[in-house]
């Protein structure tokens, strides 16, 4: 069994994966949906130029000779509300009532807001003035939003492979995309294993604990994305293993995610089904905690297969598995980003690149962490009262305390 490094071990994951393929669906239903293709702007926005203010559209110049702090009055010749298309053309001297977001008049290059002249009445419903005075200094394009000034027809707004964030989806529904290319969902099919494992709800038996881990992945995986599939729980023989593994080639899951199994016991029958219609490549990834891990495939479905202690799991999972649901629904940075907190006490580590549970808080504007609780694999109490997972980098072996490190932010 080789020794990799996380990230050797990340590479040649990611490396042998492909995305699982695209699909249209209505712009409602494509939030946090990954887009599939790049989106190119048919229009401008602002589709025209349109006022900023509720107020007077009048031409600049008509103030360009008026002395400092000297007051203009205009002829107030139409009212243009939002949603209308004004026909007038205004001369020297003229002046549109208009309000936010209305189609500027031709001749108009500028907006006096309504605050700014001697007309204060604002109440629904007021019909405009027969003049309006000004006493203030205009300039052209004051308070207007010129056509194009965001996009360009013909400009790439938004790049294959993006999250579609709400404000995004706002942005596709401005330039009128009522349906949208994104990757599909992938399936993930989830099994444990073990003959001491009961369902959540079974009664208790001596030398069994209940299944915790099927539970927490199908969080993880739905956190990530994807749609789960519960294959169940697996009996440590191969009829049971296989059995659960081919629903996962029947519901055609684009993966195959197991926990325990998969390390030298005796009873760990999951990589011999693997194997025997398919490959599995068992690692030993230098990293804590996390025991050896296996990926591979079968019948062409790749394959992972987390620990079985909860947090080597979770943590597994945070490290190989998030960015593996990534590449399959489209996504190629690294999904969570580190930040640098702040480090309250000195903490050992053993050389290998650690991932310790913290809790982290805000002081002084920086990011304080203190480890919590027990960090053994199997202490989930630990990971329940962490805020944060700490990387300590290979090869450290202490950090003093008021240090600086890495960390992802739960
Ligand atoms: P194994 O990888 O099968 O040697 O399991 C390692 C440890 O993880 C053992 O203590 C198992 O009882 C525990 N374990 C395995 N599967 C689960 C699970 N689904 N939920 C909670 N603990 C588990
Ligand atoms: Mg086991």
Redesign the pocket.
């Known amino acids: 069994m080789s020794l990799l490094s996380v990230q050797q071990a990340r590479e040649r994951i990611l490396s042998q994966l492909s995305p699982v393929g695209t699909e249209t669906l209505p712009l409602a239903a494509c939030a946090n949906r990954v887009l599939g293709a790049d989106i190119i702007a048919a229009d401008d926005l602002p589709l025209f130029d349109n006022s900023s203010m509720d107020g007077f559209a009048v031409r600049a110049a008509d103030f360009s000779n008026a002395a400092p702090a000297s007051r203009v009055t205009l002829r107030v010749v139409a009212d243009i509300p939002a949603g209308s298309t004004p026909t007038i053309s205004l001369s020297p001297g003229q002046a549109a009532r208009i309000m936010t977001g209305a189609h500027m008049p031709q001749g108009a290059d500028a907006v006096i807001p309504v605050e700014d002249t001697d007309f204060h009445d604002r109440s629904s419903g007021t019909p405009a003035p027969a003049t309006v005075s000004i006493e203030k200094i205009v300039k052209r394009g004051d308070n207007v939003r010129p056509r194009g000034m965001d996009v360009r027809a013909g400009d790439a707004v938004l790049k294959k492979g993006n999250v579609l964030k709400p404000q995004d989806v706002g942005l596709l529904a401005m330039l009128g995309f009522p349906q949208v290319e994104v990757y599909k969902r992938p399936l993930v099919a989830l099994l ?3 003959d ?2 009961l369902e959540a709800g079974a009664p208790l038996e001596s030398g069994k ?6 539970y ?1 992945l199908a969080s993880l995986v739905e956190s990530a994305g994807a749609e789960v599939l519960r294959l169940g ?1 697996a009996k ?1 023989n191969r009829e049971s293993v296989q059995a659960l593994i081919e629903q996962a080639v029947l519901l055609k899951a684009d993966l195959i995610l197991s ?5 030298v ?1 005796a ?2 029958y999951v990589k011999e089904v693997v194997e025997a219609d398919g490959s599995l490549d068992f690692w030993r990834v230098n990293m804590r905690p996390g ?1 050896p891990f296996a990926f591979g495939e079968y019948k062409g479905i790749p394959f992972i297969g987390l ?4 947090v ?2 979770f943590v597994g999972f945070e490290v190989f598995v998030r960015d593996t649901i990534g590449k399959l629904k489209g996504i190629s940075d690294r999904i969570r980003k580190r930040v640098r907190v702040r480090t309250e006490e000195e903490i050992l580590s053993d050389g290998r690149e650690s991932y310790l549970r913290a809790i982290v808080h805000e002081e002084n504007g920086q990011i304080i962490a203190k480890l919590t609780g027990h960090q053994g ?2 202490n989930l109490l630990s990971l329940v009262q962490a805020n944060a997972l700490l990387i300590i980098a290979a090869g450290v072996k202490c950090v003093p305390a008021d240090q600086e490190v890495d960390a992802w932010l739960l």
């Open positions: 444990s294993s073990g001491e494992l604990i209940r299944d915790s881990n099927s927490m729980i440590d926990s325990a199994g998969v390390s016991g009873f760990d025991k620990p079985g202690n909860p080597s799991a694999s199997g």
